[in-house]
Nanobody, 120 residues
Framework: QVQLVESGGGLVPPGGSLRLSCAASGSIVSIYSMNWFRQAPGKQREVVAR???????NYPDSVKGRFTISRDNTKNTVYLDMNSLKPEDTAVYYCNVAASTPVLELGNYWGQGTQVTVSS
């Protein structure tokens, strides 16, 4: 099993910055991708950043140039640096990891979510 622990959410004014962190632990054999999703009230969950095992990243246009995803493979930790935040970035942010364990070749794991609120 894989556990994900997120941290770093909070309240920030428009134009501000936040850094989210997500540490993966458990019986991890290999991590294929580490991702961040968000879900605003009344909306579907959407991906905001992906980073693959080789380091390749991709972002939707809504956050491109403002958000940066990175990972520390030695700590099985993924980060999301969010700059120039807008009120429409307000949502619960979820960490997601695709990984293999000794009993499951490919599993999809989720963190508990962390609230990000952008407001003056």
């Amino acid at each position: 099993q894989v556990q994900l622990v997120e941290s770093g959410g909070g309240l920030v004014p428009p134009g501000g910055s936040l850094r989210l962190s997500c540490a993966a632990s458990g019986s991890i054999v290999s991590i294929y991708s580490m991702n961040w999703f968000r879900q605003a009230p009344g909306k579907q969950r959407e991906v905001v950043a992906r980073i693959l095992s080789g380091g390749r990243t991709n972002y939707p246009d809504s956050v491109k140039g403002r958000f940066t995803i990175s990972r520390d493979n030695t700590k099985n930790t993924v980060y999301l640096d969010m700059n120039s935040l807008k009120p429409e970035d307000t949502a619960v942010y979820y960490c997601n990891v695709a990984a293999s364990t000794p009993v499951l070749e490919l599993g999809n794991y989720w963190g508990q979510g962390t609230q990000v609120t952008v407001s003056s």
